[in-house]
């Protein structure tokens, strides 16, 4: 994973923000569904789940709290917030746009 | 996210740091065991589950630092530890931090001090209202202005908001106990508003004050008020008396207040300056005139048009205006200019021994960074990243100038508070306005932090560049790179050739002091004292004055500390010089604009034997010579010569204009030796003394300079004899007490001055460099004392390997020399104004300075090389 990383760093964000959007989790659940969506393409390590959530809190776009989970443990449960599902849909736009322009300057060559 | 709820959520995590860890740290290791549990599941053993996880996870820890690292705060808390962990370091080595801040705090103690000085006196803005639209109009050799001329330039001008004049004045202050002189300033009534200054209580002066018949008013410093008034805060409304006159207080300038700014710059009490009955007059020039330029106006434009008045008026009146033009010039300037010359040499020694300060410590951080290249390596192979190692280093570097910036501010404050006390009262202008300010501060601060940064880097660059591997094997000897003896070389090249440098500008200006020291003054100053003797009010007759000053005269002569005594109108050197014209009667009548003029002298009895100068024909002034018998005159030798060259003219006479009295002749009696008046290094002027006690009637003069030759300590006698004097005349006032020592030396505070500031520079600069190719000789040889025990053991003799080592040491040396001399021979040309009696690129100062300096570099090479040598070879050999 030496190269993608730049891509990553933003890719990454979305796909959080994607998969709590559906419903809130832990990091473990979102770690397995991000895998899960894109079968199997992105695979996150914990190295770089953590740093994205702690930042992606920071910002405000995304809440961290303690719960009970189903099995009796206490797990940090992290939900959207409303800025974040603000940021989520104007992410959405702007990465269609790029899909969109890169499609089509990919096809014209 | 808005930088509000940014800079919240900043501080919200520095003060909650300890509890978010805590909460990173259960979330992160819950991740962790979900892993575990999940591989369980799976059907692993749970060791072997664990085993699995960790591979996966790549370390709980190493995962949590990731994430501190993402959050906002995290350059503050690196910071922070940074800080905590230099200043352990520099702690623990108490030697190598006290010289460093010790060397920094010179350097910038030196450029702080300078800068301040500089800042203060050339840089901020004088203290009047918009002060970069006033301007000084003066003849165009500098001098005062006639009344006439003064109405029109005001009047024809166009290009001037306000014109104001100002002529010098002052008076005895009496109250009930005391009486003092005070100097003071007659000026036009517009003068004060136009400044722009309110007064601190009361009013300025109206409109009409300055017209005939107006009441006499007076506006006082705040000083006068203090310090003579006593604070009275009543003051305003009331009447004080100043010489012989009484005047209503209107008003009290504020502290600081400072007018004229470049001359007569200890005024303190200002007066409406009455000109109703010169305004034809364009003989007396005796007025400095200050103007405002209106806005959006240059100063050029506002020469051209007074010039362009002056060349008019030129015309008109050729009898009085031939030959004198105008100069108008920016009032900032005018006061400035004659010291920019000399601060702008001070600030740049100044920076150059910052400089040299920088080289060294960069030097010792180099050699410290060679002993910690261990530590370093350590840290890189635990994987700290050079970026981070090297902020370690600049964070320790800038910790450092810092404390060097402290000391320095400190220093330049002692060195502040030195310098006012030993220059002599209002010798540099705005000499009272020297502080260290807001903006010196920032200075110091910003110098430092450079100077920090700096030095810090070329080091750690170099230290940084480690091979891990060799730095930690345990035998290898800490070698020093190629690239380290290239930047150690370099460094002393600097050095040397900036102390160099700084040597020739303190050699140029302590020859220029001594050349200036040694100029003859034409009479002998040892032993001699003087004081300004100012008639009380009640002495309102010339006639009463006369005895007044015979009393003090005689009490004077009567002292047993005292051998003899006399009086002179202006006293040679430090008082004022008033030219008078003169002509040889029986001789044609000059072209106007050429008429021979001298300087005048008024002197009592005796001042000849008094002041040792010579007569060289003829006699001088004796007690016969008064009131109503014949008419007599000494002159100098310069007038002499240059009226009857190579002839005796005692016994000729000389037709002299004297201000109230009859216009005369007067025999001449005596000639005078030369001797020095005023300008200290110019030729002599031509000069004539009158005897008082004949002319005191004409000259109504209300004070007289005494000197008197005293048998032994001028000092002692100086102390005592104010008393003695007061016994017979209670209420006069005594001013500038002085050994004649001490006028003389006042006079060549600048010169004086400069050389000594120039060379405590530049001897700091010596040693510091000294020290500087010291401790990289020292270094070098002894990383090679192993190679040089080596090379005697295998039968090289000692001077052979000594010649070895001193090549590699002597030649940045000798760069630095060739390079000084050169760079030296370039700029000292700009000293030359300051120079005097010596050549900018005089062969004497460079010859000795250069000697001088290879002479410390070679001792400084010598020590350390000697000493290895000189031990014991097999003791080098088991060095490590």
């Given at each position: 994973m030496?190269?993608?990383?730049?891509?990553?760093q933003?890719?990454?964000?979305?796909?959080?923000?994607?998969?709590?959007?559906?419903?809130?989790?832990?990091?473990?659940?979102?770690?397995?569904r991000i895998e899960?969506?894109?079968k199997?393409?992105?695979v996150?390590?914990?190295g770089?789940?953590?740093p994205?959530?702690?930042?992606?809190?920071?910002?405000?776009w995304?809440?961290?709290?303690?719960t009970?989970?189903d099995?009796?443990?206490?797990?940090?449960?992290?939900?959207?917030?409303r800025?974040?599902r603000?940021?989520?849909a104007?992410?959405?736009?702007?990465?269609?746009?790029?899909?969109t322009?890169m499609?089509?300057?990919?096809?014209?060559? | 996210?808005?930088?509000?709820s940014?800079a919240?959520?900043?501080?919200?995590?520095?003060?909650?740091?300890?509890?978010?860890?805590?909460?990173l740290?259960?979330e992160?290791q819950?991740?962790?065991?979900a892993m575990?549990?999940?591989y369980?599941?799976?059907?692993?053993?749970r060791?072997?589950?664990?085993?699995?996880?960790?591979?996966?996870?790549?370390?709980?820890?190493h995962?949590?630092?990731e994430?501190r690292?993402?959050?906002?705060g995290?350059?503050?808390?690196t910071?922070?530890?940074d800080?905590?962990y230099?200043?352990r370091?520099?702690?623990?080595?108490?030697g190598?931090?006290?010289?460093?801040?010790l060397?920094?705090?010179?350097g910038?103690?030196a450029?702080?001090?300078?800068?301040?000085?500089v800042?203060?006196?050339?840089?901020?803005?004088?203290?009047?209202?918009?002060?970069?639209r006033l301007v000084?109009?003066?003849?165009?050799?500098?001098g005062?202005v006639?009344?006439?001329d003064?109405?029109?330039?005001r009047?024809?001008?166009?290009?001037?908001?306000?014109?104001?004049?100002a002529?010098a004045?002052?008076?005895?202050i009496?109250?009930?106990d005391r009486?003092?002189?005070?100097?003071g300033?007659?000026?036009?009534a517009?003068?004060?508003?136009?400044?722009?200054v309110r007064?601190e209580?009361?009013?300025l002066?109206?409109?009409?004050?300055?017209?005939?018949?107006?009441?006499p008013?007076i506006?006082?410093?705040?000083?006068?008020?203090?310090?003579r008034?006593?604070?009275d805060?009543?003051?305003v409304?009331?009447t004080?008396?100043?010489?012989?006159?009484?005047y209503?207080?209107?008003?009290i300038?504020?502290?600081g207040?400072?007018?004229a700014?470049?001359?007569q710059?200890e005024?303190?009490?200002?007066?409406?300056f009455?000109?109703?009955?010169r305004?034809?007059?364009?003989f007396?020039?005796?007025?400095?005139?200050?103007a405002?330029?209106?806005?959006g106006?240059?100063?050029e434009?506002?020469?051209?048009?007074i010039t362009?008045?002056?060349?008019?008026?030129?015309k008109?009146?050729?009898?009085?205006?031939?030959?004198?033009?105008a100069?108008?010039?920016?009032l900032?300037?005018?006061?400035?200019?004659?010291?920019?010359?000399?601060?702008a040499?001070?600030?740049?020694?100044?920076?150059?021994?910052?400089?040299?300060?920088?080289?060294n410590?960069?030097?010792l951080?180099?050699?410290?960074?060679?002993?910690?290249?261990r530590?370093i390596?350590?840290?890189?192979?635990i994987?700290a990243t050079?970026?981070?190692?090297?902020?370690?280093?600049?964070v320790?570097?800038?910790?450092l100038?810092?404390a060097?910036?402290?000391?320095?501010?400190?220093?330049?404050w002692?060195a502040?508070?030195l310098?006012?006390?030993?220059?002599?009262v209002?010798s540099l202008?705005?000499?009272?306005?020297i502080?260290?300010?807001?903006w010196?501060?920032?200075?110091a601060?910003?110098?430092?932090?450079?100077?920090g940064?700096?030095?810090a880097?070329f080091?750690?660059?170099?230290?940084t560049?480690v091979?891990?591997?060799?730095?930690?094997?345990?035998?290898?000897?800490?070698?020093t790179s190629r690239g380290?003896?290239r930047?150690?070389g370099?460094?002393v090249?600097?050095?040397?050739?900036?102390?160099l440098l700084?040597?020739?500008?303190a050699g140029?200006?302590?020859?220029t002091?001594l050349?200036?020291s040694?100029v003859?003054?034409?009479?002998?100053?040892?032993?001699?004292?003087?004081?300004?003797v100012?008639?009380?009010?009640?002495?309102?007759?010339?006639?009463?004055?006369?005895g007044?000053f015979q009393?003090v005269?005689?009490?004077?002569?009567?002292?047993?500390e005292?051998e003899?005594?006399?009086a002179i109108?202006?006293?040679p050197?430090?008082?004022?010089?008033?030219?008078?014209d003169?002509?040889v009667p029986?001789?044609?009548?000059?072209?106007?604009?050429?008429?021979?003029s001298?300087i005048?002298r008024v002197?009592?009895?005796?001042?000849?034997?008094?002041?040792?100068i010579?007569l060289?024909?003829?006699?001088?002034?004796s007690p016969?010579d008064?009131?109503?018998?014949?008419?007599v005159i000494?002159i100098?030798e310069?007038?002499?010569?240059?009226q009857?060259?190579?002839?005796?003219p005692?016994?000729?006479?000389?037709y002299?204009?004297?201000?109230?009295?009859?216009?005369g002749?007067?025999t001449?009696?005596g000639i005078?030796?030369?001797?020095?008046q005023?300008?200290?290094?110019g030729?002599?002027?031509?000069?004539?003394?009158?005897?008082?006690?004949?002319?005191y009637?004409?000259?109504?003069l209300?004070?007289?300079?005494?000197?008197a030759?005293?048998?032994?300590?001028?000092q002692a006698?100086?102390?005592?004899t104010?008393?003695?004097i007061?016994?017979?005349?209670?209420?006069?006032?005594i001013?500038?007490?002085?050994?004649?020592e001490?006028?003389?030396?006042?006079?060549?505070?600048r010169p004086?001055?400069?050389?000594?500031?120039?060379?405590v520079?530049?001897?700091?600069a010596?040693?510091?460099?000294?020290v500087?190719?010291y401790?990289?000789?020292a270094?070098?040889?002894?990383?090679?004392?192993?190679?040089?025990?080596?090379?005697?053991?295998?039968g090289?003799?000692?001077?052979?390997v000594?010649?070895?080592?001193?090549?590699?040491?002597?030649?940045?040396?000798?760069?630095?020399l060739?390079?000084?001399v050169?760079?030296a021979?370039?700029?000292?040309?700009?000293?030359?104004?300051l120079?005097?009696?010596v050549?900018?690129?005089?062969?004497?100062?460079?010859?000795?300075?250069?000697?001088?300096?290879?002479?410390?570099?070679?001792?400084?090479?010598?020590?350390p090389?000697?000493?290895?040598?000189?031990?014991d070879v097999?003791?080098?050999?088991r060095?490590?």
């Amino acid at each position: 994973m030496a190269k993608p990383v730049e891509l990553l760093q933003g890719t990454l964000d979305l796909l959080i923000l994607r998969t709590l959007e559906l419903r809130p989790s832990h990091g473990v659940g979102i770690a397995d569904r991000i895998e899960q969506v894109t079968k199997g393409v992105f695979v996150v390590g914990p190295g770089s789940l953590f740093p994205a959530l702690h930042r992606l809190a920071e910002k405000g776009w995304i809440e961290g709290r303690w719960t009970e989970s189903d099995a009796g443990r206490r797990v940090k449960v992290y939900l959207l917030t409303r800025t974040g599902r603000a940021q989520l849909a104007e992410q959405k736009r702007s990465w269609r746009k790029v899909l969109t322009a890169m499609g089509q300057a990919l096809s014209e060559a | 996210m808005s930088l509000i709820s940014r800079a919240a959520s900043l501080l919200r995590r520095l003060a909650h740091r300890r509890r978010m860890d805590d909460d990173l740290h259960r979330e992160v290791q819950d991740y962790f065991n979900a892993m575990v549990d999940r591989y369980v599941a799976q059907g692993l053993s749970r060791d072997e589950a664990r085993r699995q996880a960790r591979l996966r996870f790549g370390g709980t820890m190493h995962v949590e630092q990731e994430v501190r690292e993402a959050r906002t705060g995290f350059a503050f808390e690196t910071a922070a530890r940074d800080l905590r962990y230099a200043g352990r370091v520099l702690w623990k080595s108490p030697g190598f931090t006290a010289t460093a801040i010790l060397v920094l705090g010179i350097g910038i103690g030196a450029a702080s001090a300078a800068f301040t000085a500089v800042y203060s006196v050339l840089l901020q803005p004088l203290h009047y209202r918009q002060p970069e639209r006033l301007v000084t109009i003066l003849t165009s050799a500098g001098g005062p202005v006639s009344p006439a001329d003064y109405l029109d330039y005001r009047k024809q001008s166009a290009d001037f908001e306000a014109m104001e004049a100002a002529q010098a004045w002052g008076g005895v202050i009496e109250t009930a106990d005391r009486a003092e002189f005070t100097p003071g300033l007659q000026v036009s009534a517009g003068m004060m508003a136009m400044l722009g200054v309110r007064p601190e209580r009361g009013r300025l002066f109206r409109g009409d004050e300055d017209q005939p018949g107006a009441q006499p008013v007076i506006l006082i410093g705040h000083e006068v008020w203090k310090r003579r008034l006593g604070g009275d805060p009543f003051i305003v409304g009331r009447t004080i008396r100043v010489g012989r006159r009484r005047y209503t207080v209107i008003g009290i300038m504020p502290p600081g207040f400072q007018f004229a700014p470049f001359w007569q710059t200890e005024a303190q009490i200002w007066i409406p300056f009455d000109m109703s009955s010169r305004v034809e007059d364009r003989f007396g020039r005796s007025l400095r005139l200050f103007a405002r330029l209106r806005p959006g106006l240059s100063v050029e434009q506002a020469r051209a048009e007074i010039t362009g008045i002056a060349a008019r008026l030129e015309k008109l009146y050729p009898a009085s205006n031939t030959g004198v033009s105008a100069s108008v010039t920016l009032l900032q300037e005018k006061v400035t200019g004659p010291v920019r010359p000399m601060l702008a040499l001070l600030l740049a020694t100044a920076v150059f021994v910052l400089l040299i300060a920088c080289t060294n410590i960069a030097n010792l951080l180099l050699s410290r960074s060679v002993g910690r290249r261990r530590e370093i390596a350590v840290r890189v192979a635990i994987g700290a990243t050079r970026r981070r190692i090297l902020f370690q280093f600049a964070v320790e570097s800038v910790l450092l100038a810092t404390a060097g910036a402290v000391a320095g501010i400190l220093l330049a404050w002692r060195a502040l508070v030195l310098l006012s006390h030993t220059l002599p009262v209002a010798s540099l202008p705005r000499q009272g306005e020297i502080a260290m300010q807001p903006w010196v501060l920032a200075f110091a601060g910003v110098v430092a932090l450079a100077a920090g940064l700096l030095t810090a880097l070329f080091p750690a660059f170099e230290a940084t560049r480690v091979d891990v591997n060799e730095a930690l094997k345990d035998g290898s000897r800490a070698s020093t790179s190629r690239g380290q003896f290239r930047l150690r070389g370099f460094l002393v090249t600097a050095e040397v050739a900036l102390a160099l440098l700084l040597l020739v500008c303190a050699g140029l200006t302590i020859r220029t002091l001594l050349s200036l020291s040694a100029v003859k003054t034409g009479f002998d100053s040892s032993r001699l004292i003087t004081m300004q003797v100012f008639a009380s009010s009640g002495s309102d007759t010339s006639e009463k004055r006369n005895g007044l000053f015979q009393r003090v005269n005689d009490a004077l002569a009567s002292l047993p500390e005292i051998e003899q005594a006399s009086a002179i109108n202006h006293l040679p050197l430090s008082g004022d010089v008033w030219n008078y014209d003169y002509r040889v009667p029986g001789r044609p009548a000059p072209q106007p604009g050429h008429e021979p003029s001298a300087i005048y002298r008024v002197v009592r009895p005796g001042y000849f034997s008094v002041m040792k100068i010579p007569l060289l024909h003829g006699r001088e002034f004796s007690p016969a010579d008064r009131l109503g018998s014949m008419p007599v005159i000494v002159i100098n030798e310069a007038l002499a010569a240059h009226q009857w060259p190579g002839v005796n003219p005692v016994g000729r006479s000389l037709y002299v204009n004297v201000a109230n009295g009859e216009p005369g002749v007067f025999t001449i009696v005596g000639i005078a030796a030369n001797s020095r008046q005023s300008d200290w290094t110019g030729d002599v002027d031509d000069e004539f003394y009158l005897p008082y006690l004949q002319q005191y009637a004409s000259w109504g003069l209300a004070d007289l300079a005494f000197v008197a030759r005293t048998h032994g300590d001028p000092q002692a006698a100086l102390a005592s004899t104010e008393g003695q004097i007061r016994r017979v005349a209670p209420m006069i006032a005594i001013s500038k007490p002085a050994t004649m020592e001490q006028v003389i030396s006042d006079k060549l505070w600048r010169p004086r001055l400069t050389a000594v500031l120039l060379g405590v520079f530049a001897g700091i600069a010596v040693i510091l460099a000294g020290v500087g190719i010291y401790g990289v000789v020292a270094y070098s040889v002894q990383r090679r004392a192993q190679e040089i025990g080596i090379r005697i053991a295998l039968g090289a003799t000692r001077a052979k390997v000594l010649g070895l080592v001193l090549r590699g040491d002597l030649i940045p040396v000798f760069t630095g020399l060739v390079i000084g001399v050169v760079a030296a021979l370039l700029t000292t040309r700009w000293l030359a104004s300051l120079l005097y009696g010596v050549k900018a690129n005089d062969l004497f100062t460079f010859a000795s300075v250069t000697a001088g300096l290879t002479f410390v570099a070679i001792a400084a090479i010598a020590i350390p090389v000697w000493r290895v040598a000189r031990g014991d070879v097999l003791a080098s050999l088991r060095t490590e």
